[in-house]
């Protein structure tokens, strides 16, 4: 099953705006990971945040972590047109000693210009 | 300089046809995965190795059989292929110790028919 869970599985805004996308996860973890999936195209790294850490931030990211409600949230301010994409969080534990990354559903965020 | 590079980016093949996936990485990096996603989004680790060694091996069909001639490498070998497969395929790299981040590969659309 998967470990994280996105909400919501669809937002569409207008650029400008803000766009929040939360992450629900189960079990303890390492770090949390936030990807971005264009269309077509491969999943591109934007934000680790460590289980020890609560915020942090990244040019127009923040992300922010309670490991105590297992959950994470993925701010995207002022947002634009090319922000538009998927957004999936991962979470990253140990498997033998070894980073692995579970994946969560994905949230499809359009920004409309 | 493509950093994780997958060929082909599109394979069509028939239901029983045996087909390969290659994935090379220039990033140095000791460990490299091979994810699935479906057509709902959803990425689903399969395998993983580090240094040419298998350490992550999920509940796969063992029609699937990865091979690592050298840690740049990372080849995927399906038998009997089914309708079922018909996904993308996602090669990824990274440091082998938890708290890195991913680099992924532009993905291989397979449709099995």
């Known amino acids: 099953s998967q470990q994280g869970e996105e909400d919501p599985q669809a937002l569409s805004i207008q650029e400008g705006e803000n766009a929040t996308m939360n992450c629900s996860y189960k079990?303890?973890?390492?770090?949390l990971q936030w990807y971005r999936q264009n269309s077509g195209r491969g999943l591109v790294h934007l934000i680790l945040i460590r289980s020890n850490e609560r915020e942090k931030h990244s040019g127009r990211l923040r992300v922010t972590l309670d490991t105590s409600k297992k959950s994470s949230s993925l701010l995207i301010t002022a947002s634009r047109a090319a922000d538009t994409a998927s957004y999936f969080c991962?979470?990253?534990?140990?498997?033998?000693?070894?980073?692995?990354?579970?994946f969560g559903a994905g949230t499809r965020l359009a920004v409309h210009p | 300089d493509t950093a994780v590079s997958q060929t082909p980016k599109y394979l069509v093949t028939q239901m029983g046809n045996d087909k390969s996936i290659k994935c090379e990485q220039n990033?140095?990096?000791?460990?490299m995965y091979w994810y699935k996603q479906d057509s709902k989004k959803f990425l689903k680790i399969m395998f993983s190795?580090?240094?040419?060694?298998?350490?992550i091996n999920e509940t796969v069909p063992n029609r699937f059989s990865p091979k690592s001639p050298d840690k740049a490498h990372l080849n995927l070998h399906i038998n009997s292929l089914e309708l079922g497969d018909s996904a993308v395929y996602f090669c990824?790299?990274?440091?082998?110790?938890?708290?890195?981040?991913?680099?992924f590969g532009s993905g291989t659309r397979l449709t099995v028919v």
């Open positions: 190795y580090n240094n040419k060694e298998l350490i």
């Open positions: 079990t303890s973890i390492n770090n």
């Open positions: 991962a979470t990253g534990g140990f498997s033998g000693g070894y980073n692995k990354l579970i």
């Open positions: 990033l140095g990096h000791d460990t």
């Open positions: 990824a790299s990274s440091q082998a110790r938890v708290g890195y981040g991913y680099t």
